[in-house]
């Protein structure tokens, strides 16, 4: 999505709490350049000094002797030059902050925001996407802020100035420096349209590229078993290529900016130059007049060649701001509740009322479903891939939302819940077990962050991991690396669950936790489960059967329906679907054959 507002408006819309620091820092800006300007008019005073003596301008102001005009001259030299410097160090400085503070909170509200946004976002984005928004394009916005608002400010103050000073002083000449400003401003908007497409283009190509790279970094492994480096490299060559050929269009295009103005520039020059001369040669001008002119114009229309810089990173901001702020602008279709649950206030009761689902375009998943499970009950559920096992964990934990129906938690529609009361309420273990580089304290304490080294250790011993943890190299102060990519897979299963033990919540989710791991690893997690079922719901997403063979009951889903449900022993009876898997991971019995 975009909005058709205008890139600039939308970003002061953002900056509105800092107006007053844009406006003191903006006021340093045109001051610092008011101030900057003095020199050449300075000059011109020193020469009619020179040249008109007791007659000079100073002198009609009472200072008559030549060498106090000369002094007086100096004194006000080192003030405007002390107040320049003053307002340059100001502007610096108050530019510089707010570009800062702006970057800060722009990167914070932005992956705050992404944060909120629903999975089925993320499902659609890359990694290297998301980066490209919270670095490169937020880092490109401070670069102009930093050095670019100042500039326009500058060049902006500098023209009104001058313009200004050349009608005061000779008018019959400032037509003629003026000649070239049009063409400055009409090529200064006609190469911003120009280059505003491609730079949106630089954009989207960089964020293709980071995307890329992101991938490969996190399947390095998957590449170095396959042998597909070279394959890699060239998938990278390609995106850097491309993003290299747009970023060449965009520099032709804005390389050619500065020599065509400065062309334009040299008219105005060359006019002032001749015609003034003239003038002065004539006696209708004053020779410190004629020096003034001659400065101001360079002091106008040089500057000026600047632009194509401040217009290049003018652009790069404005496409930037607009990526950062339509993600800002997504809407979070998910919304939290009101309603504020302490987790300890919970018993777990939870109901599946009349739900369909389906993900975004795709075929529906659940439909009229409806489940009940009792406050402390355990229950397996099993089923082939697609069935909906963990579709119903998604809707639960507000994932997701269903499109009729609705999730309970002891009697109440989850909807009415804070969603971070929801999910503090419900442990996760999931298959795909995600460690944070760190250390194994830090790993278990993550979200029971005010835990004492002896709750941790007591949580770890729980669910049998203290044994493997003492023989780590620093014991708990042992760092995992990215991903936990320095444990064994059933490590890290263990790692998971001393922190879902931390965090004692009243409904726990093991999702197909134990389907990745070895036998004793196994057995290990199941003693765990015994001692985590006490006092909890529990709901055991399981591939492998023995790890709900004790649930006090088990659903077999199939193409998102209930098709079978009671104990194991039960369901072996039953000689059904799970009836057939048991025998399938036992090889207590032939599978049945189809017909």
Request: net charge negative; glycine share 8%; aromatic share 8%.
């Amino acid at each position: 999505m975009g909005s058709n507002d205008h890139p600039l408006g939308r970003l002061l819309r953002y900056a509105r709490p800092h107006r007053r620091r844009v406006w003191l820092a903006s006021t340093c800006s045109v001051l610092n350049k008011i101030f900057d300007l003095a020199p050449p008019a300075l000059i011109g005073a020193a020469i009619d000094v020179v040249v008109q003596r007791e007659d000079s301008l100073i002198a009609s102001f009472g200072i008559t002797d030549v060498q106090d005009q000369l002094i007086w001259l100096a004194v006000v030299t080192v003030l405007i030059w002390g107040l320049e410097s003053l307002f340059q160090y100001l502007q610096e400085w108050l530019w510089r902050n707010l570009a800062q503070t702006i970057q800060h909170e722009m990167r914070l509200d932005a992956y705050g925001h992404i944060q909120s946004l629903d999975m089925a976002y993320f499902h659609e984005q890359s990694t290297g996407g998301l980066m490209a928004v919270l670095n490169d394009d937020i880092n490109q916005l401070e670069r102009f802020l930093d050095i670019g608002a100042d500039d326009i400010l500058q060049v902006t103050t500098t023209a009104l100035v001058i313009v200004t000073a050349f009608f005061v002083l000779a008018p019959q000449v400032a037509w003629m420096a003026m000649l070239p400003v049009p063409v400055i401003i009409w090529g200064s908007f006609k190469f911003q349209r120009l280059l505003a497409p491609r730079y949106a283009r630089v954009r989207e190509d960089v964020a293709d590229l980071n995307g890329q790279l992101a991938n490969n970094l996190s399947g390095i492994a998957t590449i170095k078993a396959f042998a597909t480096a070279d394959y890699e490299v060239g998938r990278i060559d390609e995106l850097s290529g491309r993003y290299r050929e747009s970023n060449r269009r965009a520099i032709v295009l804005s390389s050619a900016f500065s020599p065509l103005i400065r062309m334009a520039i040299v008219v105005g020059f060359t006019a002032t130059l001749v015609y003034g001369g003239i003038l002065t040669l004539e006696g209708e001008l004053a020779v410190g007049t004629y020096s003034v002119l001659v400065f101001l114009t360079q002091r106008l229309l040089w500057p000026l060649t600047r632009l194509g810089k401040t217009f290049d990173l003018y652009q790069r901001a404005m496409a930037s701001t607009n990526r950062v702020l339509d993600l800002l602008e997504l809407e979070v279709e998910i919304v939290s509740g009101d309603e504020e649950i302490a987790p300890a206030e919970v018993s777990g009761a939870i109901s599946f009322e009349e739900i369909d689902f389906a993900y975004p375009d795709r075929a529906p998943i659940l439909q009229g479903f409806n489940l009940n499970v009792a406050a402390g009950q355990t229950i397996g559920v099993v089923g082939a891939t697609g069935a909906g096992k963990s579709t119903i964990i998604n809707l639960l934990l507000r994932f997701f939302e269903p499109q009729a129906g609705r999730v309970l938690v002891d009697g109440q529609d989850v909807r009415e819940w804070s969603l971070e009361s929801l999910r503090r309420s419900i442990g996760l273990v999931s298959q795909q077990t995600f460690l944070f580089h760190g250390t194994v304290r830090e790993n278990i304490a993550y979200g029971s962050f005010d835990a004492t080294d002896e709750e941790i250790e007591r949580a770890a011993r729980f669910a049998e991991a203290q044994e493997f943890i003492e023989a780590l190299p620093q014991g708990y102060d042992t760092v995992v690396g990215e991903r936990g990519e320095t444990l064994s897979g059933g490590q890290k299963q263990r790692i998971s669950i001393a922190r879902a033990v931390l965090r004692d919540p009243p409904i726990l989710i093991l999702d197909e936790a134990t389907s990745a791991v070895d036998n004793v690893t196994e057995a290990a997690i199941q003693r765990s489960m015994e001692r985590l079922s006490q006092d909890r719901t529990m709901i055991v997403i399981a591939h492998r059967l023995s790890t709900i063979r004790n649930a006090d009951e088990i659903l077999v889903l199939d193409e998102g329906a209930i098709v079978e449900r009671g104990r194991h022993e039960e369901l072996v009876d039953l000689d059904g679907i799970y009836a057939e898997l048991w025998s399938i991971q036992t090889g207590a019995r032939r599978p049945k054959k189809s017909a």
